[in-house]
């Protein structure tokens, strides 16, 4: 009878342990920071019923003026501590914008990029005629109640020879973009972490750095060689206060189970094991769902 009440006693243990550590788990999970970034296609109703911490969507549902968000339905995102963000591109005019047709025969617009149709790369960024549309721009984001701007185009002094003028042009921008919104407002950019090399300055300008396709291009995962390297040039960043949000397009949209699942719990584990916060977007990158995945993200 003892030997009896024993095994009972084990069995007991063993299984209150795992309840605790599957609790220990779940709210690990429920807790850890997540974010969401839908620039199409989304419901401030939808989003404000999600429990992201971070949000970055467009001012506007079309991009222009007459489709601009007003201040209850940004409003309405926050619920919950919401931070909302913006996205703002200040290294390419985009010809759906409300400055466009002021500034389309400028001789600091380039050419319809190839890549993304409808955008121009800027010739110089802190041009009086780009940084007064760019001005506009951040006031009207301020205006409408966002907590800040999503940075795109930072990465465009890239395009250039001489990167180490552009590089400068663009920090000037982004000083006055800090200027504009002023010390409360956020300010997140996308893939700029070795601007860092040319004026270390970045990091107190910055409150998010955003990074995409570290872990996986699409569904094939990366080198460890690879987002290694990246994890160390994004360090003087996060040694500064600076938080990163990783975006990896790993989720094929087949459904959350099998090798589906599995990848995306990959991503988000190296993500987090690195000090990111994740988002685990669709494959296509087109950032038009609200991709909230149970126990992940979202819910």
């Known amino acids: ?30 807790n850890a920071k997540t974010w969401l970034c839908q620039f199409q296609n989304f419901s401030p109703s939808s989003i404000s019923k999600t429990n992201f911490n971070i949000v970055v969507v467009d001012y506007s549902y079309d991009g222009s003026d007459s ?12 619920s919950g501590g919401k931070i909302v963000l913006a996205y703002m591109n200040v290294g390419y005019a985009e010809e759906w914008r ?11 617009v380039g050419n319809d990029d190839t890549r993304w149709r409808g955008e121009h790369l800027i010739l110089d960024f802190d041009n009086p005629i780009w940084e007064n549309a760019m001005h506009q721009y951040v ?25 180490k003028k552009h590089a400068g042009e663009m920090v000037t921008l982004l000083k006055d973009v800090r200027k504009w919104l002023g010390s409360e407002e956020k300010i997140s950019i996308l893939n700029a972490y070795d601007l860092y090399d040319f004026d270390h300055s970045i990091v107190n300008l910055v409150n998010y750095l955003s990074v995409e396709s570290l872990f996986y291009l699409k569904t094939r995962k990366r080198r460890t060689s690879y987002y290694s390297s990246i994890l160390n040039e994004i360090k003087p960043f996060i040694e500064n206060g600076v938080e990163v949000l990783s975006v990896d397009y790993v989720d094929d949209g087949s ?45």
């Open 67 to 78: 489709k601009a968000l007003n201040a209850t339905e940004v409003e309405e995102m926050k």
């Open 1 to 30: 009878m003892m030997r009896y009440y024993k095994y009972i006693l084990t069995v007991f243990f063993v299984v209150t342990i795992l309840i605790l550590s599957g609790c220990a788990k779940a709210n690990k999970t429920e």
């Open 139 to 163: 006031s009207k984001i301020k205006n409408a109640g966002f907590d800040g701007v999503y940075l795109d185009g930072v990465d465009a002094y890239k395009s250039f020879q001489d990167e």
């Open 98 to 108: 409300f400055y466009w047709n002021k500034i389309k025969n400028a001789t600091f």
């Open 255 to 299: 459904g959350y189970s099998g090798e589906n699942m599995e990848r995306i719990e990959d991503y988000v584990e190296l993500a987090r094991k690195s000090g990111l916060v994740p988002y685990a977007a669709r494959s296509n990158m087109k950032l038009n769902n609200l991709n909230v995945i149970p126990g992940i993200q979202g819910e």
